[in-house]
């Protein structure tokens, strides 16, 4: 990431800044820059422990382990692995990650007790988060404890934290809802103990970034170690709060993979990150390439599916369907990007409905090898408005197949290939298996091969058969009505790996997910053998 990081300057610019071509941002934000602000901060991430509290999510022990390794990749300063003392699993899992030799620190979250302390420390990691609420709420009705209690737990679990020779974060939790006096009467007793590092929770999401500010501001003048923050989305300020807090000098923030969290959330490991990045020109350690790949990993393993119009990783995020868009982005990305998809590992996508122009559909056919004249693409354009505002969503292989239709080239029998014979064997404590025939070019090719899954299992038979310079490049599953014996849509799309601009797509519907997915991926090869072959 050194290349990215670079690339941005305080020097004046068109785009704020920052390299032509990668970040488009406003140039009044480097006008409104805080001399408070760090040149750099480090990243907590607690997708491990306070992500795994999203409700319905509950990783497997496996599952944390990939995902610690997702986000060792990435470049996160500090990994929150769980909360020890809470079950023998969580310490399981903490064991383990801590045990992989990752370059992140491994943290685990303690309360402010000897025995949580221990729990943790046991566990292997290196780093413990101790944490004891102060605000006023949860003093008398939660903990019954006299502010002079609370003082003395703290300074106790970071003295004894620091005697077990680990590096101690303290958080007073709730700390945003705490009087301002014994908020920074605390800070200076855990500092006074030793502690690394004092992290700023604002527990319930209840601050303006405004407030987080003047809030950040005040207590900077008696916190000698970083300040970390922790912000969560209740008010959807998470990531606006997080980025207020660095730019007065917090050096340190908590984040969640996709804004999992409690409630509504914790902020979002990749919204703050290129927040940070584009906005306030402040470096992190974290490998933004690895963005996309990172939360759409998470969002399968925790099966929280990641919004489309979230942003800088959703679906929609660099998905342009008005003609007036759609010409100004292929002219120049600028136009209508905050940023280019590739600085965080996703692509442009050019969307078809009711908005859209010429260039959209011809730039989105020429994905596809396909070519019309003048004339003819107007039709095709024409076509899809006129099915968009019937309320149809007309996908790529559906424009394919209409512009086709149009050219009067209409796809007849398949002459490349023809699946001949087809099985499919899975079960419990079984490898998925497949085995198919194939006829291609009039000769005929028997292959097997295994898989995740059925599905898996049966596309990687068909290309071991047809060719291994086929390669998958999206696959999509719909289904069309309710019930277990529901229709499914299964779309297809391939391309060649000698050449990346020849693609195709296929496209069925059928009961069977797996006979369906098959007939999709034979079409889609057929089709794109023929337009290699052209």
């Given amino acids: 990431m050194t290349e990215l990081r670079s690339s941005c300057s305080q020097d004046s610019g068109a785009h704020g800044g920052y390299e032509a071509g990668r970040?488009?941002?406003?140039?009044?934000?480097?006008?409104?820059?805080?001399?408070?602000?760090?040149?750099?901060?480090?990243?907590?991430d607690t997708t491990l422990r306070d992500g795994e509290q999203t409700p319905g999510v509950a990783l497997s022990i496996d599952d944390k382990v990939r995902i610690a390794q997702l986000l060792d990749e990435l470049g996160v300063d500090v990994i929150e692995a769980g909360f020890p003392r809470t079950s023998k699993g969580e310490q399981e899992a903490i064991r383990r990650i801590a045990s992989l030799g990752l370059k992140a620190k491994v943290c685990g979250l303690a309360r402010c007790s000897r025995e949580d302390v221990d729990s943790a420390v046991d566990s292997g990691v290196d780093y413990v988060h101790a944490f004891i609420a102060t605000s006023e709420a949860h003093m008398k009705h939660k903990l019954k404890m006299t502010r002079e209690q609370v003082k003395?737990?703290?300074?106790?679990?970071?003295?004894?934290?620091?005697?077990?020779?680990?590096?101690?974060?303290f958080s007073c939790e709730d700390g945003t809802r705490t009087d301002l006096d014994f908020l920074k009467g605390m800070h200076i007793a855990v500092q006074e103990a030793g502690v690394h590092k004092i992290n700023l929770p604002d527990t319930v999401g209840t601050m303006s970034p405004a407030a987080m500010e003047y809030l950040?501001?005040?207590?900077?003048?008696?916190?000698?170690?970083?300040?970390?923050?922790?912000?969560?989305?209740?008010?959807?300020?998470?990531?606006?709060?997080s980025l207020a807090a660095v730019r007065k000098g917090a050096r340190q923030v908590h984040v969640c993979v996709n804004g999992l969290g409690e409630r509504a959330g914790n902020a979002a490991l990749e919204e703050v990150v290129m927040g940070l990045l584009a906005l306030l020109n402040v470096r992190t350690n974290i490998d933004t390439r690895k963005l996309g790949v990172t939360?759409?990993?998470?969002?399968?393993?925790?099966?929280?599916?990641?919004?489309?119009?979230?942003?800088?990783?959703g679906n929609n995020a660099f998905a342009h369907e008005s003609g007036i868009h759609v010409h100004g982005v292929l002219s120049d990305?600028?136009?209508?990007e905050a940023l280019s998809p590739e600085l965080v590992g996703m692509q442009r996508n050019i969307v078809m409905g009711k908005h859209s122009g010429a260039h959209s559909v011809k730039e989105k056919l020429a994905e596809y090898g396909v070519s019309l004249p003048e004339g003819m693409l107007s039709t095709v354009v024409e076509k899809v408005k006129s099915l968009a505002e019937s309320g149809k969503e007309v996908d790529d292989a559906e424009l394919v197949a209409l512009a086709l239709h149009i050219q009067g080239q209409a796809e007849k029998e398949r002459q490349h290939v023809k699946l001949k014979e087809f099985a499919v064997f899975t079960g419990m404590n079984i490898t998925p298996t497949s085995t198919v025939a194939i006829e291609v070019d009039g000769k005929q090719v028997r292959s097997s091969n295994v898989g995740i899954g059925p599905v898996d299992a049966a596309l990687n038979a068909i290309r071991t058969a047809v060719s291994e310079n086929i390669s998958l490049v999206e696959y999509k599953l719909n289904a069309i009505t309710g019930g277990s014996d529901a229709l499914c849509e299964v779309t297809v799309k391939m391309r060649m790996n000698d050449d990346q601009k020849v693609m195709s797509v296929g496209k069925s519907i059928g009961s069977d997910i797996v006979l369906t997915s098959v007939d999709a991926a034979m079409g889609a090869i057929d089709r794109l053998l023929a337009r290699h072959r052209e």
């Fill in 23 to 44: 970040i488009f941002t406003s140039h009044f934000n480097r006008l409104a820059l805080d001399p408070s602000t760090p040149e750099r901060v480090e990243v907590l």
């Fill in 152 to 169: 003395a737990r703290a300074v106790d679990a970071v003295e004894y934290a620091r005697s077990r020779g680990v590096t101690v974060e």
């Fill in 295 to 313: 939360c759409r990993s998470v969002a399968r393993m925790t099966g929280i599916p990641i919004p489309d119009t979230k942003a800088i990783v």
């Fill in 216 to 241: 950040v501001a005040e207590v900077m003048k008696v916190t000698k170690v970083p300040l970390s923050i922790h912000c969560h989305d209740d008010f959807g300020l998470a990531v606006a709060n």
């Fill in 333 to 336: 990305p600028s136009t209508y």
